[in-house]
């Protein structure tokens, strides 16, 4: 029995969930959003709840139970609230520029890295140093931002690089003097 997949999702004010064939469509304030679910598993709304059970008990179905409740799980809160991931740059002339949809990084490269968020994806600068990518699908904030933190991972010596605004960077220890 997949313990996530029997969770009962709430649906939020504002948010409506339409189920046709395999496909769950969620609109909110924010936006829409559809996800074609498997064939072992049924979705249903009822009383202002989704629930998610399996057709037939077999391994696959469990494991699908799960994925897709909390897929559509990200979805209500997405098109509800939406999801956010700030990224920082730390270093010597490490630097954001966002013009629009394009971010120009400086990241210790002899030349600028250019790089143009989806179209669906709104990035916002806090500071040259800090930004901020903002979306209602899960899985492209996160894709575009670990896209913008592989220009420069952070290092473990002196951690220089692009890193999450939370992530802590473990530190080594570099050479000794004889």
């Keep these: 029995m997949s313990r996530i997949g029997e969770r009962k999702l709430n649906?939020?004010?504002?948010v409506t969930v339409n189920i046709t064939d395999n496909v769950i469509t969620v609109k909110g304030p924010k936006g829409e959003l559809s996800y074609k679910f498997s064939n072992l598993i049924n979705v249903e709304?009822?009383?202002?709840?989704?629930?998610?059970?399996?057709?037939k008990k077999t391994k696959t179905a469990n494991v699908m139970q799960g994925t897709t409740n909390s897929l559509i799980n990200n979805m209500l809160i997405g098109v509800s609230a939406g999801f956010s991931k700030s990224l920082e740059a730390v270093g010597v002339g490490y630097r954001f520029n966002v013009s629009g949809?394009?971010?120009?990084?400086?990241?210790?490269?002899?030349?600028?890295?250019?790089?143009?968020?989806?179209?669906?994806?709104s990035v916002t600068s806090e500071s040259n140093t800090e930004i901020t990518i903002h979306g209602i699908d899960k899985q492209k904030v996160s894709e575009f931002a670990a896209n913008v933190r592989k220009v420069r991972e952070p290092e473990p010596y002196k951690g220089k690089g692009i890193r999450y605004k939370d992530e802590h960077v473990r530190r080594k220890e570099g050479k000794k003097a004889a």
């Design 11 to 14: 649906i939020p004010e504002g």
């Design 101 to 121: 949809n394009k971010i120009t990084i400086n990241a210790g490269y002899s030349h600028p890295v250019i790089m143009e968020a989806p179209k669906d994806l």
């Design 45 to 55: 709304v009822q009383d202002n709840l989704v629930l998610t059970k399996q057709v």
